[in-house]
């Protein structure tokens, strides 16, 4: 099934944010029990929007939420202090969000990659911005692991590729894009997951929701291994069940008739 990263937990969320300043640990933590218990696999944990405040907020909650879930966080952020201190207090391996192409974050992630050996999450964009093509992908995810997997003792399988889902309202072809680029990166490079951030697609659009999920079983025919999004949205799990059911995904049929006879029962 695919792997869903959990993205409730982020300071671009207002309540998210107060709840961070005010320290009001008990709404993030009811708020990852029930991202665990939907049934993801990781928690993305952001708290960028809070500035000079990042680094203690991400030193204080991990560690809490460590009590209360099973499953890994995501320490997701572009300031290399943050994730640092993200690394330094979290019990057992971390998901790493994420390693970008550009020179100045290599020279400063890497490091911290070969100490903490966590996960990691590669960008695919480098200092000249978003890759244009599905070819230009390609390249600069070359040019990245090539480097990751040079100066770390990281492996294949801890990598998720990250091939950047726009805004279609900016973008208008980056659903086709993203969807062309995972079919070639797949064949480029087996054996390393992608990902993508599910919500980034609507962005500044109507009907996010709609769009989506949409988008979702799309991914989900084109092979993606994981998807960050919200798995609280009550159409998100019987969009995944009946897509990977439609792809013939390793043990779909199973999952879709359980969950059509649990169906049944509701109606």
Not at 2 to 27: D, M, Q, T
Not at 109 to 123: E, F, G, K, M
Not at 159 to 184: M, W
Request: glycine share 6%; aromatic share 6%; with cysteine.
């Amino acid at each position: 099934m695919i792997i869903v990263i959990g993205e409730l937990l982020n300071s671009s969320r207002k309540p998210v944010e107060a709840a961070f300043l005010s320290r009001e640990a008990g709404y993030l933590l009811n708020l990852a029990q029930e991202q665990e218990k939907a049934g993801c696999s990781y928690l993305d944990l952001n708290a960028s929007t809070l500035l000079e405040q990042e680094v203690e907020i991400i030193s204080w909650i991990i560690p809490l939420i460590q009590d209360r879930v099973a499953i890994p966080i995501s320490i997701d952020s572009t300031n290399p202090a943050a994730l640092e201190a993200g690394l330094r207090v979290h019990r057992g391996r971390a998901l790493l969000n994420s390693l970008p192409g550009k020179q100045k974050e290599l020279e400063e992630i890497i490091p911290l990659i070969r100490d903490y050996q966590p996960q990691v999450i590669v960008s695919c964009l480098d200092d000249g911005g978003f890759p244009r093509t599905p070819e230009q992908t390609v390249e600069i995810a070359g040019r990245i692991l090539d480097r990751l997997f040079s100066q770390t003792s990281v492996t294949a399988s801890d990598v998720f590729l990250d091939l950047l889902v726009r805004p279609l309202a900016v973008v208008p072809e980056a659903g086709r894009l993203f969807l062309e680029s995972l079919l070639l990166v797949r064949k480029e490079f087996p054996g390393i997951k992608t990902v993508a951030g599910l919500s980034n697609v609507s962005y500044g659009l109507p009907r996010r929701r709609v769009v989506n999920l949409t988008f979702l079983a799309n991914l989900i025919g084109h092979g993606l291994s994981a998807v960050m999004a919200d798995p609280l949205h009550p159409d998100f799990w019987t969009t995944i069940i009946v897509s990977e059911f439609l792809n013939n995904r390793p043990g779909a049929a199973d999952r879709f008739l359980a969950w059509a006879r649990a169906s049944l029962k509701e109606d």
